[in-house]
């Protein structure tokens, strides 16, 4: 098909107020040319490749939202957080912007750190860094990434996935947000997994998660990997549906609202 019947089709499906959806990008080139063309989500595992680089380092701002993770999960004092905050204008720019989003619920304008932190919580604040490490040192740049969208989306659908299997217990869903949205850091530093959990403090069960797939959230993890490489791993699914008690017309509307939650995170960083 080429470039020209595609964008027919696009425009026809757009019509019909169709949602579309651009599965199996390998390439950045690819994602352009979708971008362009109007689909709404992507999917691609060859964002997910990391391209290991021994001499890549870590911007600033991302070190300092390593060290701010490991403060949170430490159980740091809130003003030693609010401190090392504030040592990264960028970090506290985009806080103070995201609480006074009207989705936040404020009722009035809040110009303080302090006040952000308040109003945002432990557990949200630790969310929003995990996001905003993917952004980067340059937002222009990352503003459209895809691996941030992948990262933001394994993590809602693993998030997703553990509430319907564990409705009981709001932290497992928690933890299986965090294993989603961390999975996808040795392509973002293009270093070994290994060697950039040892710089972050996360409890084992996240840890073997991310490096050896075992365990209930390695297991989710592993369902979210399956499903961004269908053609490879599409044998292996729905074995891995039966071992978790979940079938594939439950699994489609968590999808689903994990391409909707990435997309409308965009204009808030």
Known sequence: MTCADLAMLVRQF??????????????????QNCLELGFDYYQGYYFAKPALL???KLATSQLAIMELMTLIARDADTIEIEQRIKKEVSLCLSLLRLVNTPGMGVTKSIHSLSEA?????????QRWLQIQIYVGPDPQIQFGSPLLLL?????????????KLQPANRSMADIAFT????????????????????QIVLSEEITEALLYRTGFYGDLLKLAEYLEKPGETGRL????????????EELYPFQLEAFEWSNSLLPNL
């Open 151 to 163: 990262a933001a989306t394994r993590g809602k659908l693993l998030e997703l996935v553990a509430r």
């Open 237 to 248: 699914l729905m074995p891995l549906l039966a071992r978790l008690g979940l079938s594939i």
């Open 54 to 56: 021994s001499g890549k």
């Open 14 to 31: 757009k019509q019909a107020h169709k949602v579309l959806l651009a599965d199996k990008v390998e390439t950045i080139e690819q994602f």
């Open 179 to 198: 294993v989603g949205i961390l999975s996808l850091l040795d392509a973002l530093f293009g270093q070994h997994m290994e060697r950039i959990l040892r």
């Open 117 to 125: 932190l308040m109003v945002l919580g432990r557990c949200q604040l």
